[in-house]
């Protein structure tokens, strides 16, 4: 028999842990919300990542905000995509006077304490806060190639460039150095006749439509995300006063570019998952990853990279790495990478079409069959900071479906000011560290110095003129004088690492 007494039984049963947990409210159940049934999550589970899923307006960010707070809270990192730029806030408390939380916690039965979070603002575009570069080789061919929009023809062209560069030690530092090696094989004799030699002949349309595509996402703003220093994915791991520093990507300003966003984050994954060692069964998560509009992620993927996505995500657990997907439903994530969430957070769905009510009956099938409730209704009538939970137990067990109550967040729900945003910057020693603009030899300087010395030896054959000021000397003689040289080290060691992996086709850098 349904009654309140069998309900608090169940999720107290189902809900119970030994170790650490985050609690994210109370479970409801006819119409009541009962604070002995806490909908709890154990720390260990959460390296079996997650999903939070809701219509427009349903509370999706501020059930983000709550997991994000808890987590800190427990000495945990997190990396967020902020794309609609609201979550700057968790750096400020919230207002313990608000009569809406206060409301809130006390049917909750839950104490308030307004508090602000460590947090790390940074940006893959002109935004403030920590540069985020990263090279083309650390991109790789097939995470390149998409962003660029390539076709098949197109993808293996520079699947093959790729190589070349790696036989011919040219490092593909910037979108310059890859311009200059498609065009040195596309119109300079002696670079067509030694790709030719070893890789065969390539389109001259092919290259020049290649070569268009990469000027126009020029022209989207990437030539300053591509660059060094790259960003050291362990930088991601800090904490402050025991509390796990909260990292924004703020991309309020890339909203129109979403190949790069998409982009960006698949290589992220890579390196996270390239840098970082095995850990086993951990009694919490070294980081978590929260990637906001899930859906540009997976939008238009071939069937290769989601194949890709699905072996990172599913391997990248053993690391101690959480990965949660935010998006507007369900159905916007792959299957294959769909079960292998075990977290599972869903606002309201409307079902104002034939085609929501679909992706309704969808979503309730990847929940565990529940008494308590008629999922399929209940799920169109979820309130604002109200969400159906289910998630896995300490022994991998899904727990039983909630309709939960969701705690209130502790810091502010709104952004921060201007004034606010420059102190944050002030005060953060990752910008400086960041800031600096690393120009090493790489492919452009190589080739230029090739072809200028070609023609020297052949005085009626013009080139033009270099980009940089390209010094006399070799290249190692330069690295030796190199204050970077440390930075080169750390790549170094990285590509070492990427290099036994391959992941995501990304091929070793230089």
Not at 154 to 176: M, T, W
Not at 456 to 468: F, H, Y
Request: charged share 25%; glycine share 8%.
């Amino acid at each position: 028999m349904k009654t309140a007494h069998t309900f608090i039984d169940s999720i107290q049963e189902g809900y119970a842990a030994k170790g650490a947990v985050i609690t994210l409210g109370k479970g409801k159940f006819n119409n009541e919300i009962y604070p002995d049934a806490a909908v709890q999550i154990p720390l260990k589970t959460l390296n079996r990542h997650g999903l939070i899923a809701g219509a427009t307006g349903t509370g999706k960010t501020k059930t983000l905000q709550i997991v994000c707070e808890q987590l800190s809270n427990h000495g945990i990192p997190s990396l967020v995509m902020d794309v609609k730029g609201d979550l700057s806030g968790l750096a400020r408390p919230g207002d313990a006077n608000s009569t809406h939380t206060i409301e809130r916690m006390q049917k909750l039965e839950m104490p308030y304490e307004a508090t602000g979070f460590p947090v790390e603002l940074l940006s893959l575009s002109d935004e403030k806060g920590v540069k985020l570069r990263a090279t083309v080789t650390e991109f790789g061919p097939i995470l390149f190639s998409k962003i660029l929009g390539l076709n098949e023809t197109q993808e293996s062209i520079i699947s093959v460039l790729f190589k070349f560069c790696d036989d011919h030690a040219l490092p593909l530092i910037d979108l310059d150095d890859i311009k200059k090696v498609l065009t040195y094989v596309k119109d300079d004799e002696e670079g067509k006749e030694k790709f030719k030699k070893d890789y065969g002949s390539v389109s001259t349309a092919s290259v020049g439509a290649i070569l268009r595509k990469i000027v126009a996402l020029e022209q989207q703003g990437a030539a300053k995300f591509f660059g060094e220093p790259s960003f050291d994915v362990n930088d991601l791991l800090r904490t402050k006063d025991g509390k796990g520093v909260i990292n924004i990507v703020r991309l309020v300003d890339i909203q129109d570019k979403p190949a790069l966003f998409s982009t960006f984050m698949l290589s992220l994954l890579a390196e996270v998952y390239s840098q970082f060692p095995e850990a086993g069964d951990l009694e919490k998560p070294k980081l978590c990853l929260f990637i906001d509009e899930a859906h540009l992620v997976f939008q238009n993927a071939s069937k290769s990279l989601l194949e890709q996505i699905d072996t990172v995500v599913k391997l990248i657990r053993s690391k101690g790495i959480g990965v949660f997907f935010i998006t507007q439903i369900p159905g916007d994530v792959p299957d294959s990478v769909l079960s292998q969430l075990g977290l599972k957070i869903q606002h309201a769905l409307r079902g104002f079409t034939a085609k929501d009510r679909k992706e309704i009956k969808k979503a309730v099938e990847n929940y565990p069959i529940t008494e308590f409730y008629e999922a399929d209704q209940v799920i169109t009538q979820l309130g604002i900071g109200e969400a159906f939970i289910t998630a896995l137990n300490e022994k991998g067990i899904p727990t039983p479906l909630v309709y939960t109550h969701l705690v209130a967040p502790q810091s502010r729900m709104d952004v921060l000011t201007t004034q606010e945003i420059e102190e944050e910057i002030r005060n953060s020693v990752m910008v400086t560290k960041y800031s600096m603009d690393i120009n090493r030899e790489s492919a452009y300087e190589i080739l230029s110095k090739k072809i200028e010395q070609a023609v020297n030896e052949t005085p009626n054959k013009t080139t033009t003129s270099p980009r940089r000021n390209v010094k006399e000397e070799t290249f190692v003689e330069k690295m030796s004088k190199n204050t970077m040289v440390r930075q080169l080290g750390r790549t170094a060691m990285r590509e070492i690492t990427r290099g036994v992996l391959g992941v995501l086709g990304v091929k070793r850098r230089y």
